[in-house]
């Protein structure tokens, strides 16, 4: 059973940093692509920030030099470094297996202006 669990969101003032979590279980996960998407209020769900197997990193316009996505193979771990955060970045961030339907539950992410 494939299993995403996000970790990491909570309330920080604009400006501030936030690293998220989620690891992984159930799935090979080395040699599969990543991706962080969010969902604000009212909006679509937008991917954020993509790592494919090899490191290779993909980001969203509005968090291109904010946002870091790393990842960690012997963990099956994948992360997001959120730096100089915007009241815009509030949302529900979701981890998820790229070109699959694998998605974590998600972790809200409150900034305050």
């Known amino acids: 059973q494939v299993q995403l669990v996000e970790s990491g969101g909570g309330l920080v003032q604009a400006g501030g940093s936030l690293r998220l979590s989620c690891p992984a279980s159930g799935i090979a996960f080395s040699i599969m692509a990543i991706g962080w998407y969010r969902q604000a209020p009212g909006k679509q769900r937008e991917r954020v920030a993509r790592?494919?197997?090899?490191?290779?990193?993909v980001y969203g316009d509005s968090v291109k030099g904010r946002f870091a996505i790393s990842r960690d193979n012997t963990k099956n771990m994948v992360y997001l470094q959120m730096n100089n955060l915007k009241a815009e970045d509030t949302a529900v961030y979701y981890c998820k297996i790229e070109f699959t339907d694998y998605w974590g539950k998600g972790t809200l992410v409150t900034v305050s202006s």
């Open positions: 790592i494919s197997s090899g490191g290779g990193t």
